[in-house]
């Protein structure tokens, strides 16, 4: 058990559109999901954190207004990254919670060109 | 500033032996503590938690945790080449669930 898909796996954009990444519980639910950011060679970035139904927490120095958090249901947290640019281009990784732990969705790779 | 310190260089071992990391916290409210295997372009694995001062064990890996001292480590006992990985050290902050990580430490097992 405990499985979160994360969707797409990899993305290609250009710069100044927006894209949207998609995290699924796909056997539990999860009041709350997680969003992290990773550079390379750098450890995990906490950029929010999503509560179904209610607006997301972010964590300073993240802006929310470009970074568009959605918890529509207890299964379902979507990350758009809006008018990206080169520097954007990360490793997002989304983060369910049950209970005390946290699991995690394979990943969404970036590139902003 | 909730600070996670994973403060080693890569640890190259030999197959067969263990390897020992550390992982100290700043914040003395944390009651939960993590560890984290990643490998290159994946993302994070949980391997353990840890909540009570002590030791945990779970098959090869041993979980210790040294609160008074603000300390967390991990040792791989018979390590096997499958365990080159980096490690990642994670720690609840303010009590909740949001989770604090080091900057890994990156284990090479050599076979």
């Known amino acids: 058990g405990a499985v979160v898909s994360q969707h797409p796996s990899w993305v290609i954009c250009k710069s100044g559109t927006s894209v949207k990444i998609e995290c699924r519980s796909l056997?539990?639910?999860?009041?709350?999901m997680f969003w992290y950011r990773q550079f390379p060679k750098q450890s995990l970035m906490l950029m929010a954190t999503s509560n179904e139904g209610s607006k997301a927490t972010y964590e300073q120095g993240v802006e929310k207004d470009k970074f568009l958090i959605n918890h529509a249901s207890l299964t379902l947290s979507t990350l758009t990254v809006t008018s990206a640019h080169p520097e954007d281009s990360s490793f997002y990784i989304c983060?369910?919670?049950?209970?005390?732990?946290?699991?995690f969705g394979p990943g969404t790779r970036l590139t902003v060109t | 500033q909730k600070e996670v310190e994973q403060n080693s260089g890569p640890l190259s071992v030999p197959e067969g032996a263990i390897a020992s990391l550390n992982c100290t916290y700043s914040?003395?409210?944390?009651?939960?503590f993590f560890w984290y295997r990643q490998y290159s372009g994946k993302s994070p694995e949980l391997i353990m938690f840890i909540y009570s001062n002590g030791d945990k064990e779970d098959g090869r890996f041993t979980a210790q945790l040294n609160k008074a001292s603000q300390y967390v480590s991990l040792l791989i006992r018979d390590s096997q080449p499958s365990d080159s990985a980096t490690y990642l050290c994670a720690v609840n902050m303010d009590g909740n669930n949001r989770l604090a990580f080091g900057k890994g430490n990156q284990v090479v097992v050599i076979p």
């Open positions: 056997d539990f639910q999860a009041t709350t």
């Open positions: 914040d003395r409210g944390s009651q939960s």
């Open positions: 983060s369910a919670g049950r209970l005390d732990e946290q699991y």
